[in-house]
């Protein structure tokens, strides 16, 4: 048995495994009928939004007996134009997802927007996640810092991915001397939004930690042999494990 932790993690598993597009999950159950010489005949719910009619491929819902069950109507070796809106490539087509990632997404508006005007959004979309996680959230004390929260000085950092990268992202302008207790971490994907906390030790120690020859690799400013005094992070989340869901520091 497979456990999923999200209606999310379902969908994109099933994306990945049929090679098909699914707007939205429909749960409703499945019922099993027996008649009076106990053959099992199974209901299928013909509202499930996971059955698609791409018959010729694969059928997401459908019994593996029932597939070519010699009563339903069977295409081979063709793809009909009904069928192609279910297919994942075809809705990367429509929205120019091979050029950007963004398009045809929700989150394509704050891609279009300036550095700093996006700056400020994601500084209200973190702000207000944590009042509907019931935090008490108030406005800075000083410029160090964007936010209290829960009676701690959050600097927030936000990212969309960067420019040709399926899973990159670049949070910029992070500096040790300025007055914050916790860092805030906004990674904006196409589909969704992950926020992530550190403390303002874990992610200091980490952005001024030099190499082996000595250099400031997470330097942004005034090349890598000395400390500039601003850094900046590149990956992915789980590339630091200092990023913890923001719940557990808020």
């Known amino acids: 048995m497979v456990e999923f932790e999200s209606e999310y993690d379902i969908m994109k ?10 707007q939205s999950l429909a749960f409703q159950n499945v ?3 027996c ?5 099992l005949t199974v209901t299928l719910n013909s509202q499930c939004v996971l059955i698609p009619s791409i018959i010729p491929t694969r059928l997401i819902g459908v019994a593996r007996h029932l597939k070519y069950n010699k009563h339903r109507r069977f295409y081979k070796n063709m793809i009909l134009a009904e069928w192609i809106h279910n297919y994942k490539c075809h809705d ?5 997802k091979d050029i950007d990632p963004y398009n045809g997404s929700p989150f394509q508006i704050y891609k279009e927007m300036s550095s700093k005007r996006k700056g400020k959004f994601f500084e209200m979309i973190v702000a207000e996640y944590c009042k509907n996680l019931e935090c008490i959230v108030d406005r800075a004390i000083n410029s160090d810092h964007d936010r209290v929260i829960s009676g701690k000085k959050t600097e927030i950092k936000g990212s969309m991915l960067w420019e040709g990268h399926e899973e990159l992202f670049r949070w910029q302008q992070i500096r040790p001397d300025q007055d914050y207790d916790i860092m805030a971490f906004l990674a904006m994907y196409p589909d969704r939004i992950e926020l992530f906390a550190s403390t303002k030790k874990e992610v200091c120690d980490f952005v001024q930690k030099q190499d082996e ?5 997470h330097n942004q400013h005034g090349g890598k042999s000395v400390n500039s005094g601003t850094f900046f992070l590149q990956g992915k989340p789980s590339d630091f494990p200092f990023m913890r869901p923001i719940e557990n520091l808020v």
């Open 213 to 217: 020859d000595g250099n400031f690799v």
């Open 31 to 33: 019922i099993d009928q």
């Open 13 to 22: 598993s099933l994306e990945e495994w049929y090679c098909i597009k699914i």
């Open 35 to 39: 008649d009076c010489d106990n053959t």
């Open 92 to 96: 990367e087509a429509v929205n120019n």
